[in-house]
């Protein structure tokens, strides 16, 4: 692909992915990336860790850094870790992608707007859930708000959902983006391995089957992974925090967790291209979301 547009200078560049948790971060990344890179749910703190989604086109590659929603109210370590993440991911980027909600600003945006220095001219704001609008008239009073709180670089309305206006939110991150040798192969859409990513997938229909307060509370781990041309055999642990929690994971007769297996299953499965046999095992780690030491043994450094 690249050999097409040999008179034109290659772009490479970093783009991190930042804003309050569950505005559709992880969503547009695997809508850029075209692949489901990082994990979403409805429930806000899904992402836990910086993800790299790599979309190479034409002479540019974009390297998106999806990161844990930045918020203040929860105060776990786990939650420091992961502001920590986005703090981490501001630096040395090449564009920095905000995105908030076509509802408008929230005390939590402005926060997280805060932590960009004033002078930075590299950041593009992306309006997200255009599609949840009545009347896309509203967007006018908020552009025009946004445009006061920030030199953005641009303000592009999207839908990461529904896929819309993504081509011109690309064009602006492009614009930003330097000269340089694409750092990744054309068709590695990212940098984390098929273990981890089998992971989070299990830990995403965890977030998505249990109730409100349970998924934060969860860790998976890969304890096995064997795997020849044909198939896979896979086992994981699900991690709670408490011993009362375990009930819940595990669902009447074993239901819950059999479906969660059974859809995360589905998935890897998709991801491997080959039949898998995925064993899950419910597993206790007492107050692991507040013990640094669990943290880092469930892979949160
Ligand atoms: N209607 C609509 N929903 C969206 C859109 N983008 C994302 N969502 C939904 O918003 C919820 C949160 O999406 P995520 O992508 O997980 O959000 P996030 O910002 O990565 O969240 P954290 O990782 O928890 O910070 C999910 O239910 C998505 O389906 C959109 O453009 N329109
Ligand atoms: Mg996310």
Do not use: C
Request: net charge neutral; hydrophobic share 45%; charged share 30%.
């Amino acid at each position: 692909m690249l050999e097409a547009h040999a008179n034109v200078r290659p772009r490479t560049g970093f783009v991190a992915i930042i804003g309050r948790p569950n505005v559709g971060k992880s969503t547009l990344l695997n809508a850029l990336v075209g692949e489901r890179v990082s994990i979403t749910s409805r429930k806000p703190q899904t992402t836990r860790q910086r993800m790299v989604g790599v979309l190479t086109r034409d002479a540019t590659q974009f390297i998106f850094v999806d990161t844990p929603g930045f918020q203040q109210r929860h105060k776990s370590l786990l939650t420091k870790r992961m502001n920590e993440e986005v703090s981490a991911a501001l630096a040395d980027v090449d564009a920095i992608v905000l995105v908030i909600e076509a509802k408008g600003w929230t005390a939590d945006d402005e926060r997280l707007l805060k932590l960009i220095p004033s002078d930075r001219r590299n950041v593009v704001l992306a309006i997200n859930k255009t599609d949840l609008l009545a009347d896309r008239d509203a967007l006018l009073p908020l552009l025009a708000e946004s445009a006061q709180r920030f030199s953005f670089a641009a303000l592009v309305p999207v839908s990461a959902e529904r896929k819309r206006q993504l081509e011109e939110l690309l064009q602006e991150i492009e614009a930003l983006l330097p000269e340089g040798e694409p750092l990744f192969d054309p068709d590695q859409f990212t940098d984390r391995n098929v273990r981890f990513l089998a992971a989070e997938f299990i830990r995403e229909k965890a977030f998505r089957l249990l109730g409100d307060e349970l998924p934060y509370g969860i860790a998976v781990t890969i304890d096995q992974w064997q795997e020849d041309e044909r198939r896979a055999e896979i086992a994981a642990s699900l991690w709670v925090a408490r011993e009362s929690h375990k009930g819940i994971v595990i669902g009447k007769g074993g239901a819950k967790l059999r479906e969660i297996g059974r859809l995360a299953r589905g998935e890897i499965e998709r991801l491997l291209g080959k039949p898998v046999h995925l064993q899950t095992h419910l597993r206790v780690k007492r107050g692991w979301t507040d013990d640094a030491r669990a943290l880092k043994g469930l892979g949160y450094e």
